[in-house]
């Protein structure tokens, strides 16, 4: 069975940094893809970044936002996502999802596990 736990969220000021946390175990296959997705009140949910782990190798796809940067810590079967110079358009719900399949965060249909979220507030 696939279990995900998010932390790291909270409250922080404009401009502040954040780093949120993904533990993701019971994976069996060679492939699968581990993505962070974010939903903001009133908005549709959105992809932010990920990684497919493919016979082994890494391989990530990051946000537009360079301020935003994926990572893992394959040891400890965790994917953490670094946010700085944090806005208050920023505020939103994040989750960590996982795919059976080899997909970038651009194909969120196709992630089937999720996390149950961590909140991120940011004050102006």
């Known amino acids: 069975e696939v279990q995900i736990v998010e932390s790291g969220g909270g409250l922080v000021q404009t401009g502040g940094s954040l780093r949120l946390s993904c533990v993701v175990s019971?994976?069996?296959?060679?492939?699968?893809?581990i993505a962070w997705f974010r939903q903001a009140p009133g908005k549709e949910r959105e992809g932010i970044s990920s990684?497919?782990?493919?016979?082994?190798?890494?391989y990530y796809t990051n946000s537009q936002e360079p301020r935003i940067t994926i990572s893992a810590n394959n040891a400890k079967n965790t994917v953490y996502l670094q946010m700085n110079t944090l806005k208050p358009d920023d505020t939103a719900v994040y989750y960590c999802?996982?795919?059976?399949?080899?997909?970038?965060?651009?194909?969120?249909?196709?992630?089937?596990?999720w996390g149950r979220g961590t909140q991120v507030t940011v004050s102006s």
């Open positions: 990684i497919t782990v493919f016979d082994g190798q890494l």
């Open positions: 999802a996982a795919s059976d399949y080899g997909v970038t965060f651009r194909e969120m249909h196709k992630y089937n596990y």
């Open positions: 019971g994976f069996l296959s060679d492939t699968y893809s």
